[in-house]
């Protein structure tokens, strides 16, 4: 079963930056999209960001012109790079790795904590 190993989360000050990355434990053929979720404590999880095998971004009205979503198709690995974080970036981010054939797959990480506060 393959897995998604999230890295990058830690404590940050507001204002600072951090990079989160997601690469699977093993080879996932067909991506069609990739993208980050989070959950606040007492909230429900949402889309942050996601990009498809074409390279077309979507993100979360919060976090648009801060965050930015990338990816390595030879690696199958995604990224976020997050700047200027707010108090409410605070959360688990949780990556997503999505397929589509022969039959439609999704693939969660285990969470990483982002925290932010000084």
């Known amino acids: 079963q393959v897995q998604l190993v999230e890295s990058g989360g830690g404590l940050v000050q507001p204002g600072g930056s951090l990079r989160l990355s997601c690469a699977p434990s093993?080879?996932?053929?067909?991506?069609?999209?990739m993208g980050w979720y989070r959950q606040a404590p007492g909230k429900q999880r949402e889309l942050v960001a996601t990009?498809?095998?074409?390279?077309?971004?979507n993100y979360a009205d919060s976090v648009k012109g801060r965050y930015t979503i990338s990816r390595d198709k030879a690696k199958n690995t995604v990224y976020l790079q997050m700047n200027s974080l707010k108090a409410e970036g605070t959360a688990v981010y949780f990556c997503n790795i999505d397929k589509e054939w022969p039959s439609v797959v999704t693939y969660w990480g285990q969470g990483a904590q982002v925290t932010v506060s000084s």
């Open positions: 990009i498809t095998t074409s390279g077309s971004t």
């Open positions: 093993g080879y996932i053929d067909n991506i069609w999209r």
